[in-house]
Antibody, heavy 117, light 110 residues
Framework: QVQLQESGPGLVKPSETLSLTCTVS????????WSWIRQPPGKGLEWIGY???????SYNPSLKSRVTISVDTSKNQFSLKLTSMTAADTAVYYC???????????WGQGTLVTVSS | QSVLTQPPSVSAAPGQKVTISCSGS????????VSWYQHLPGTAPKLLIF???RRASGIPDRISGSKSGTSATLGITGLQTGDEADYYC???????????FGGGTKLTVL
């Protein structure tokens, strides 16, 4: 059974960069796409971006200027960097495995990131 | 403001049937596959339906999905208290070049 686990700081200061890592167990990153999705408190889901095992990416245009997603196949991990954090970036961040036609088949438990000084 | 439009809430009695609508446009639902997710607070969202009407592994056949034109519908029959959750639709938007979601629908089983 594939499992995903997010890790990273729960608190980030305004203007700083968020760095999160997703560790995948029970399966390989190979030949698949992986994604980050977030949910601000009391709001709906927002797609952040994709990466595949070879490092090819696609980002949400609304976040593209601030987002970098990378992959480390040797560690079976992929990561998210989001720069210039503001209070509007406070959210639960999920890492997911992408299935057919942009569905999300496996999800991590999510990690709450709060932006505050 | 979400690209896909869902009713904020729906409710029905145990054992009854409920449908949740998801409305979009030709750039998203009209020309792309729709997926549906169940989200219980504090847990990871769970894929229910993909490719408009295919159930994910382990999802019972009392849960169904359909699509017509620029709208999609999730149906749940034989409602149980355990079905109380938030439900989201999602799809690719070819104009935005992004995955988009509905705002979510809170299902209450009375």
């Amino acid at each position: 059974q594939v499992q995903l686990q997010e890790s990273g700081p729960g608190l980030v200061k305004p203007s700083e960069t968020l760095s999160l890592t997703c560790t995948v167990s029970g399966g390989s990153l190979s030949n698949l796409y992986w994604s980050w999705i977030r949910q601000p408190p009391g709001k709906g889901l927002e797609w952040i971006g994709y990466i595949n095992y070879s490092g090819s990416t696609s980002y949400n245009p609304s976040l593209k200027s601030r987002v970098t997603i990378s992959v480390d196949t040797s560690k079976n991990q992929f990561s998210l960097k989001l720069t210039s954090m503001t209070a509007a970036d406070t959210a639960v961040y999920y890492c997911t495995r992408v299935g057919p036609y942009s569905c999300f088949t496996y999800w991590g438990q999510g990690t709450l990131v709060t932006v505050s000084s | 403001q979400s690209v896909l439009t869902q009713p904020p809430s729906v409710s029905a009695a145990p054992g009854q049937k409920v449908t949740i609508s998801c409305s979009g446009s030709s750039s998203n639902i009209g020309n792309n596959y729709v997926s549906w997710y169940q989200h219980l607070p504090g847990t990871a969202p769970k894929l229910l339906i993909f490719e408009n009407n295919r159930r994910a592994s382990g999802i019972p056949d009392r849960i169904s999905g359909s699509k017509s034109g620029t709208s999609a519908t999730l149906g749940i029959t034989g409602l149980q208290t355990g079905d109380e959750a938030d439900y989201y639709c999602g799809t690719w938007d070819s104009s935005l070049s992004a995955v988009v979601f509905g705002g979510g629908t809170k299902l209450t089983v009375l």
